[in-house]
């Protein structure tokens, strides 16, 4: 069985950071592409950052290119978004989420077929 559980969200000042992780469980994260999407007020959930199988490609949206950092863990299975220089617009609940097909490498949601339960990060100015 396939579950992908977020941790580590909270709320925090502009200008701070924090670090969401992925546990996941019923398969090996070594062998699929993983991504971490958003959802904030009012809003469509978009794109946020990807890690392709290996770990040697990653992708970042434009808006949170240079303050997030994504990374994976194969011995734990467990995924990572360290978010630095955050923001109020990064104030959204962040789901992670694993790629339908293996060694697969795309970042279009559609592609994405297990989602985490999703965990708010919210940032105050």
């Known amino acids: 069985q396939v579950q992908l559980i977020e941790s580590g969200g909270g709320q925090v000042q502009a200008g701070g950071s924090l670090r969401l992780s992925c546990a996941a469980s019923?398969?090996?994260?070594?062998?699929?592409?993983a991504a971490w999407f958003r959802q904030g007020p009012g809003k469509e959930r978009e794109f946020a950052s990807a890690?392709?199988?290996?770990?040697?490609?990653?992708s970042y949206a434009d808006s949170v290119k240079g303050r997030f950092i994504i990374s994976k863990d194969i011995t734990k299975d467990t995924m990572y978004l360290q978010m630095n220089s955050l923001k109020p617009e990064d104030t959204a609940v962040y789901y992670c989420?694993?790629?339908?097909?293996?060694?697969?490498?795309?970042?279009?949601?559609?592609?994405?077929?297990?989602w985490g339960q999703g965990i708010q990060v919210t940032v105050s100015a």
């Open positions: 890690i392709s199988a290996g770990g040697g490609t990653v």
């Open positions: 989420a694993r790629h339908a097909k293996p060694l697969q490498w795309t970042t279009t949601s559609t592609d994405y077929q297990f």
């Open positions: 019923g398969f090996a994260l070594r062998r699929f592409a």
